[in-house]
């Protein structure tokens, strides 16, 4: 009575024959099995001669100590106010410094985006500048790595808004470009 309450409900949620599902579930399991033998290989951890215990512990011990040395994402710098001259040294290429990118005057740390924007990243370009017009344009041409609006329409500033509202949910604000008057008049910069 059970079995066939089961196998109803097998053909009402898959749409096949109770023997067709459970042919289908095996060819799925077999494959499974052999796929995952071409990576793994059972005897491979058994023909392995085992380590004495003192051994075994210092590797864990030691193990430990590098995963605990390792931080792949420093906290972020509150670096205030930073001239676009100051900016560009952050483009990624110096592995010891972060990776910031400014819109709309607000510096972005996107260090944890590194294979986007680091040297070797399709955003590179963007690292240690000020890419808010060519976000707003959707442009890779280095003229348009600018802060400058002007002559920007509804829809491209819409498309900054929209990338502007993605950088503030992905990556912490560091800082904000010195204007420009500040930065001729008194230098101020970071």
């Known amino acids: 009575m059970a079995a066939q309450g089961i196998a109803e409900a097998m053909q009402a949620y898959t749409g096949l024959s109770p023997a067709a599902a459970v042919t289908i579930l095996v060819l799925m399991l077999a494959t499974y099995l052999l796929v995952s033998s071409l990576f793994v290989a059972p005897d491979a951890a058994s023909s392995a ?4 215990p003192q051994e075994r512990k210092e590797e ?3 193990g430990e100590e590098e995963t605990e ?5 420093p906290d972020p710098v509150q670096l205030g106010e930073i001239t676009l001259e100051r900016l560009a040294a952050y483009d ?3 592995p010891a410094k972060p990776i910031l990118i400014a819109i709309r005057g607000q510096v972005y740390d996107v260090s944890r985006g590194r294979l986007f924007y ?4 399709p955003y590179s370009l963007f690292a240690g500048r000020d890419a808010t017009r060519a976000l707003a344009l959707m442009s890779f041409d280095p003229i348009d790595l600018t802060g400058d609006l002007e002559g920007l329409g509804p829809d491209d500033l819409e498309v900054l808004q929209d990338w502007e509202d993605k950088f503030k949910e992905r990556y912490p604000t560091v ?3 010195a204007s420009e008057n500040a ?3 008194n230098n101020s910069g970071v």
């Open 60 to 62: 864990q011990q030691q």
């Open 183 to 185: 930065a001729d008049g």
């Open 118 to 121: 680091g040297p070797q990243g």
């Open 92 to 94: 990624g290429k110096d």
């Open 69 to 73: 040395a390792f931080v792949p994402y």
């Open 175 to 177: 800082g904000h470009l």
């Open 49 to 52: 001669p085992a380590k004495p």
